[in-house]
């Protein structure tokens, strides 16, 4: 449709050009009427012209303006624009959603569909997640060992609390001993220091150290040269302060070596809970 409405608008334009420059031959158009009212022409005789009078002026002249006329009527004719087509009625249809090309946002994901009531049979559920631990909690070692004539326990006092404990060492042996050392390590938990240590041995008969080890506060006594230690129970203590709250004395550890004469005595292990619940464990 648009290139037909080009054409028609360049003809009429060319048209219109052409009617501009055109400029009629007046004197040619006369002469053609003349000849025309004056008949035809007899043989091998020259026509007479007749005498111009007003009256064939007049006529010429009217028939010069017919024609002139007739002439500009074609041409208006040619160059009038032709009448726009009639317009017709198009049914639309409703603006379609917008493509995934032509919009700058993503396109909606589509709607799941109901799951199939066989979907379960033809997908076996998975088997829950082991709850098995990678590793095992450290076991608590044994608090009372023997050896012989010699026995031994470790223990955290009852009266400890959530800033102070202490770790008992019980010894029983039922022969005199003529060598005796007991260690005790109490492990770095935090917070953890030397706040003082006993025995219910004589302490002139025993030599003390305190020293940090490793990430542990270690308590050794040892038992000078020339002295014995009687058959009996003793007990050994380490005191010492830790930050505050519940201590866990787990990764503690305490040994005992001993000798009765030629025979070499060694015994040790870790601490027991509280019995009362009180103090740490």
Do not use: C
């Given at each position: 449709m648009t290139m037909r409405r080009d054409v028609h608008e360049e003809l009429r334009a060319r048209l219109h050009e052409a009617a501009g420059r055109h400029e009629p031959d007046r004197e040619r158009i006369l002469a053609r009427v003349e000849r025309g009212m004056a008949g035809?022409?007899?043989?091998g005789r020259r026509a007479a012209r007749p005498p111009v009078g007003w009256l064939r002026v007049a006529g010429a002249t009217a028939a010069v303006a017919g024609m002139l006329a007739v002439g500009g009527y074609a041409v208006a004719s040619a160059v009038r624009e032709e009448p726009a087509p009639p317009q017709r009625e198009v049914?639309?249809?409703p603006t379609p959603a917008p493509s995934p090309e032509?919009?700058?946002?993503?396109p909606?994901?589509?709607?799941d569909p109901a799951p199939s009531a066989t979907r379960g049979e033809r997908e076996p559920s998975s088997p829950p997640p082991s709850r098995t631990p990678s590793a095992s909690a450290p076991q608590r070692a044994p608090a009372a060992t023997e050896d012989g004539p010699l026995w031994s326990d470790g223990s955290v006092d009852p009266h400890s609390n959530d800033f102070w404990a202490q770790s008992n060492v019980?010894?029983?042996?039922r022969e005199r001993l003529t060598e005796l050392t007991v260690r005790l390590r109490v492990a770095q938990t935090g917070g953890v220091s030397e706040a003082?240590?006993?025995r219910s041995?004589?302490?002139?008969?025993?030599?003390l150290t305190v020293a940090e080890e490793d990430g542990f506060l270690v308590y050794t006594w040892t038992l000078k040269e020339g002295r014995t230690v009687p058959a009996?129970?003793?007990v050994f203590a380490g005191q010492y302060d830790h930050a505050r709250g519940g201590r866990d004395a787990g990764a503690d550890r305490y040994t005992a070596t001993a000798a009765t004469g030629s025979r070499q005595l060694s015994v040790g292990g870790g601490f027991a809970a509280v019995d009362d619940g009180d103090g740490d464990s």
């Amino acid at each position: 449709m648009t290139m037909r409405r080009d054409v028609h608008e360049e003809l009429r334009a060319r048209l219109h050009e052409a009617a501009g420059r055109h400029e009629p031959d007046r004197e040619r158009i006369l002469a053609r009427v003349e000849r025309g009212m004056a008949g035809p022409a007899v043989p091998g005789r020259r026509a007479a012209r007749p005498p111009v009078g007003w009256l064939r002026v007049a006529g010429a002249t009217a028939a010069v303006a017919g024609m002139l006329a007739v002439g500009g009527y074609a041409v208006a004719s040619a160059v009038r624009e032709e009448p726009a087509p009639p317009q017709r009625e198009v049914a639309t249809s409703p603006t379609p959603a917008p493509s995934p090309e032509v919009t700058s946002r993503a396109p909606a994901p589509p709607v799941d569909p109901a799951p199939s009531a066989t979907r379960g049979e033809r997908e076996p559920s998975s088997p829950p997640p082991s709850r098995t631990p990678s590793a095992s909690a450290p076991q608590r070692a044994p608090a009372a060992t023997e050896d012989g004539p010699l026995w031994s326990d470790g223990s955290v006092d009852p009266h400890s609390n959530d800033f102070w404990a202490q770790s008992n060492v019980t010894l029983k042996n039922r022969e005199r001993l003529t060598e005796l050392t007991v260690r005790l390590r109490v492990a770095q938990t935090g917070g953890v220091s030397e706040a003082g240590a006993w025995r219910s041995l004589p302490e002139a008969d025993f030599t003390l150290t305190v020293a940090e080890e490793d990430g542990f506060l270690v308590y050794t006594w040892t038992l000078k040269e020339g002295r014995t230690v009687p058959a009996g129970e003793w007990v050994f203590a380490g005191q010492y302060d830790h930050a505050r709250g519940g201590r866990d004395a787990g990764a503690d550890r305490y040994t005992a070596t001993a000798a009765t004469g030629s025979r070499q005595l060694s015994v040790g292990g870790g601490f027991a809970a509280v019995d009362d619940g009180d103090g740490d464990s």
